[in-house]
């Protein structure tokens, strides 16, 4: 089955500076992918998603980086603020629609 | 807009005891599910549901059931309560067809439920 990675479980990180959380997967058939921010003692939130159509696709403050060639995922976030301060991870859609969710990186942002 | 509600927050329960964590979502989504969070390990999925009267099992399923009477609701039931249940419940749904931009998966805040 497949198996969604993170590389780093914890991430620390300057106010105002950029963060980077990357994220691997290991179907090469997956073509969809989901970042959520999780907060403590709360529910995943929807960030930002991308189709393996795409190499890259941008919200606000975030951008999601897909490299098929490297099964590999990052979820940029620019300026980074306290708020940003979660849990986050990826997810990928597997066969039959079903997801696969990483164990998550942990950003914390010092003021 | 209340999206997904789970209830209740925390719950503790004795070993073998049957409760039931509610999941409502008023977005008319076709396709509902339940995982679980625990420590080290992403979510797993542990039922799911593509629409009213139709449900099927995730990857662990054992000890669990659903039911789908209506679209808006999906309750998860612990038929005997056992530690390794102990665990972060999360409800989730999305609209019907492929997932994708636009159709993606929006999740409950969670149910703590310890067994001891």
């Known amino acids: 089955g497949e198996s969604v990675g993170l590389h780093l479980p914890t991430l620390s990180v300057q106010e105002g500076d950029n963060s980077i959380i990357n994220c691997a997967y290991s179907n090469s058939a997956s073509d969809y992918f989901i970042w959520y921010k999780q907060e403590s003692g709360k529910g995943p939130q929807f960030i930002i998603d991308?189709?393996?159509?795409?190499d890259k696709r941008q919200g606000q403050r975030v951008t999601v980086l897909l490299n098929k060639t490297v099964k590999h995922l990052s979820l940029q976030i620019a300026a980074t603020q306290p708020g940003d301060s979660a849990v986050y991870f990826c997810?990928?859609?597997?066969?039959?629609?079903?997801?696969?969710f990483g164990t998550g990186t942990s950003l914390t942002v010092i003021p | 807009n209340a999206g997904v509600t789970q209830t209740p927050k925390f719950q503790v329960l004795k070993t073998g005891q049957s409760m039931t964590l509610q999941c409502a979502q008023d977005m008319n989504h076709e396709y509902m599910s339940w995982y679980r969070q625990d420590p080290g390990m992403g979510l797993r999925l542990i039922h799911y549901s593509v629409g009213a009267g139709i449900t099927d099992q995730g990857e662990v399923p054992n000890g669990y059931n659903v039911s789908r009477s209506t679209t808006e609701d999906f309750p998860l039931r612990l038929l005997s309560a056992a530690p390794s249940q102990t665990s972060v419940y999360f409800c989730?749904?999305?609209?019907?067809?492929?997932?994708?931009?636009?159709?993606?998966?929006?999740f409950g805040e969670g149910s703590w439920l310890t067994v001891v």
């Open positions: 997810a990928e859609k597997g066969t039959g629609n079903q997801f696969y």
């Open positions: 991308i189709r393996s159509n795409m």
């Open positions: 989730a749904s999305r609209a019907g067809g492929s997932p994708g931009p636009g159709n993606t998966i929006y």
